[in-house]
Antibody, heavy 119, light 112 residues
């Protein structure tokens, strides 16, 4: 059974940093691209970042480029998101997402972890 | 960025009746290899999103056959043939042909 469990969400002040992690199990982790998608309270879904299985290439939304870094630990089946210079508009539930067999869609989502940025 | 516009914003449906959601893209979602990268997700209240339809019209594993997707190029539709109580939630279309991958703003489906 596929499981994705995010951790690291917190309440913090603007300008601070945070690392989110996602523990994956139930599938061959290093065969699939992984992504982060976020959802501000009461708002629509927003793709944040994605990473190929070998970490050979990554991509970011313009809103986080230069501040967020996605990485993965294939030996231990973890996905991470390092977030710097957090802003109030980064407040959201952050979902760890596994792609499907083609790599072009989100097959399975974790329950999410809440990041709140507020002074 | 590709903009996906969903209509209607909300929908109230009597159980057993059909429902239809439109998703229009600002650019064609058809890849040169013939694949069209348009997907549909359902987010039930308080839950994570789940995949319903991939590549316009293919139902994901376990999705009831009352859900169907169609369309091409820039115009797409999700149809529910007979709405059931468990279909309540917000439906999102998504494109993945160009980075950044983008979602529609969502269509909220309620039961009358």
């Amino acid at each position: 059974e596929v499981q994705l469990v995010e951790s690291g969400g917190a309440l913090l002040q603007p300008g601070k940093s945070l690392r989110l992690s996602c523990a994956a199990s139930g599938f061959k982790f290093d065969d699939f691209s992984m992504h982060w998608v976020r959802q501000p309270p009461g708002k629509a879904l927003e793709w944040v970042s994605g990473l190929l299985p070998t970490s050979a290439a990554s991509a970011y939304a313009d809103s986080v480029k230069g501040r967020f870094t996605i990485s993965r630990d294939n030996a231990n089946n973890f996905l991470h998101l390092d977030m710097l210079s957090l802003r109030p508009d980064d407040t959201a539930i952050y979902y760890c997402v596994k792609t499907g067999h083609t790599g072009f869609f989100f097959e399975f989502w974790g329950p999410g972890t809440l990041v709140t940025v507020s002074s | 960025d590709i903009v996906l516009t969903q209509t209607p914003v909300s929908l109230s449906v009597t159980p057993g009746q059909p429902a239809s959601i439109s998703c229009k893209s600002s650019q064609s979602l058809r890849h040169y290899d013939g694949t069209t990268h348009l997907y549909w997700y359902l987010q039930r209240p308080g839950r994570s999103p789940q995949l319903l339809i991939y590549e316009v019209s293919s139902r994901f594993s376990g999705v009831p056959d009352r859900f169907s997707g169609g369309g091409s190029g820039t115009e797409f539709t999700l149809k529910i043939s007979r709405v059931e109580a468990e279909d309540v939630g917000i439906y999102y279309c998504m494109q993945s042909i160009h980075v950044p991958w983008t979602f529609g703003q969502g269509t909220k489906v309620e039961i009358k």
